[in-house]
């Protein structure tokens, strides 16, 4: 069983920088393709990047040299330093594996980027 913890989020003016951190419980986490994920009010929850068991990633379009994943399988942990801020960049953000399991859902980061 995994348990995972969303950190680091708040409130950030445009232009600004958040790092998000995700612990995980659990000894398979080195074993998983882990993401993040976000969801903008009304809107579905959507695939911001991935990061392989070995450290290879993936980025959505938006997020292109602004967002870098990264882990730290020593820690159980998974990043998401988020760089250049955008207002349409608000949303909840979570961690999971991927694909997603129902189960390791957590409560997710706030980040608000506001003026």
């Known amino acids: 069983q995994v348990q995972l913890v969303e950190s680091g989020g708040g409130l950030v003016q445009p232009g600004g920088s958040l790092r998000l951190s995700c612990a995980a419980s659990g000894s398979i986490f080195k074993s998983l393709r882990m993401a993040w994920y976000r969801q903008a009010p009304g809107k579905e929850r959507d695939l911001v990047a991935t990061?392989?068991?070995?450290?290879?990633?993936y980025y959505a379009d938006a997020m292109k040299g602004r967002f870098t994943i990264s882990r730290d399988n020593a820690k159980n942990t998974v990043y998401l330093q988020m760089n250049s801020l955008q207002p349409e960049d608000t949303a909840v953000y979570y961690c999971?594996?991927?694909?997603?399991?129902?189960?390791?859902w957590g409560q997710g980061s706030q980040v608000t980027v506001s003026s």
């Open positions: 999971n594996a991927r694909p997603p399991m129902v189960r390791y």
């Open positions: 990061i392989t068991q070995g450290g290879s990633t």
